[in-house]
């Protein structure tokens, strides 16, 4: 890597900021342009404050989910350029995502093109691509004709570049408007190698990231049921259900510490183990919260405030960035095959 922080320029915290909901009040949005304010030099992962890194995630995405998804693509974006050795594309202005979702309808191929000074151009149709009618540049996941899998970055502003309204209905997380683009021979820029990207130790850190991200809305959601029960000490069902809910968020807490702890002593490790435990408990406490929350509080604050319903909202669709039972089953069989004992004290 080529420094330890990435700067967070204001111009991207303001375009992250427009997506902020009208129907929220202009206090938290400030508080909103006060946390990405603090984010401007943001720890890279690996650089000894990946801690401080998530919980910087995890701040953001207490207050929006909208806003985590393009503030954490943008970021993770900028720690995979720093980890290609590829920083001098950033600009100091401008706001980038990284759209590298693969569904079998939707491929981008990469070409050798004369017609530009690098020689590279990418067609095809890209699905998932949040905030695509906000930001400036993107990674995109592309592919060769030998079936190599390559990362290129792309000017969103430029003729071959199509944004569609297609694929997307969303309502939760229905504001990230991730919708196709069309890249129609558009120019690009060959920043990984043949598989490099999947292969770098950093797509597993980033992949802990987003789920700090889950965690900051999960706890968020889950200040309302404490407010709930400091304000009616007399409603026990709703005091189990946050007792449940605090075991589950302190457990995944414990494991997001570790997995940061693991990955600053090995950055260049990709500390499966630790990742996966990490995310799969995240994600397992998040439904604890979706499912909770709701049963102790009833329909009252998720109709009457606007900062509930949104979360309750974008989290269950956020969450399914998560591929459940595959990666739970994938996780076991890495558990299987090593060759440490599990679980001793």
């Known amino acids: 890597?080529?420094?330890?922080?990435?700067?967070?320029?204001?111009?991207a915290a303001l375009s992250?900021?427009?997506?902020?909901?009208?129907?929220?009040?202009?206090?938290?949005?400030?508080?909103?342009?006060?946390?990405l304010g603090s984010c401007q030099d943001l720890p890279l992962p690996g650089s000894g404050h990946t801690l401080a890194r998530w919980r910087r995630l995890a701040d953001v995405?207490?207050?929006?989910l909208v806003c985590a998804k393009l503030f954490e693509s943008h970021t993770d974006a900028l720690a995979i350029l720093a980890e290609l050795g590829q920083t001098h594309l950033i600009e100091d202005e401008g706001l980038w995502a990284v759209w590298c979702a693969e569904p079998p309808?939707?491929?981008?191929h990469l070409n050798a093109s004369p017609t530009f000074s690098d020689g590279v151009s990418i067609h095809g149709t890209k699905a998932w691509c949040s905030g695509a009618n906000e930001v400036s540049h993107a990674l995109i996941s592309c592919w060769d004709e030998n079936n190599k899998h390559f990362l290129?970055?792309?000017?969103?502003?430029?003729?071959?570049?199509?944004?569609?309204?297609d694929g997307w209905q969303a309502v939760g997380m229905g504001a990230t408007e991730s919708v196709d683009v069309i890249f129609d021979y558009a120019e690009a820029q060959q920043v990984s190698s043949a598989d490099q990207y999947i292969q770098r130790p950093g797509f597993l850190h980033g992949a802990a990231g987003?789920?700090?991200?889950?965690?900051?809305?999960?706890a968020s959601i889950a200040h309302y049921l404490i407010q709930h029960v400091q304000q009616r000490p007399d409603d026990v069902h709703a005091q189990a259900h946050l007792g449940v809910i605090d075991i589950a968020l302190a457990q995944a807490?414990?494991?997001?510490?570790?997995?940061?702890?693991?990955?600053?002593?090995?950055p260049t490790s990709p500390c499966e183990r630790e990742v996966w435990r990490a995310r799969l408990a995240v994600e397992a406490a998040v439904e604890t919260v979706l499912q909770r929350v709701p049963r102790a509080l009833?329909?009252?604050?998720?109709?009457?405030?606007?900062?509930?319903?949104?979360?309750?909202?974008?989290?269950?669709?956020?969450?399914?960035?998560s591929h459940a039972e595959r990666d739970l089953a994938a996780h076991g069989i890495r558990i299987a095959q090593e060759e440490t004992a599990q679980w001793k004290l």
């Open 1 to 11: 890597m080529e420094k330890a922080v990435m700067s967070f320029t204001q111009s």
């Open 16 to 35: 992250i900021a427009s997506r902020y909901r009208a129907n929220q009040n202009s206090t938290a949005k400030a508080d909103l342009l006060d946390v």
């Open 61 to 64: 995405a207490a207050l929006d």
């Open 105 to 108: 309808s939707h491929r981008v």
């Open 152 to 165: 290129v970055a792309v000017d969103m502003d430029q003729p071959g570049v199509i944004v569609t309204t």
């Open 210 to 218: 987003i789920a700090a991200c889950w965690y900051g809305a999960a």
């Open 253 to 266: 807490a414990s494991l997001l510490r570790v997995a940061a702890h693991a990955i600053d002593h090995s």
């Open 298 to 321: 009833g329909a009252g604050p998720l109709c009457k405030q606007a900062h509930l319903a949104n979360q309750m909202a974008d989290l269950p669709v956020f969450l399914r960035q």
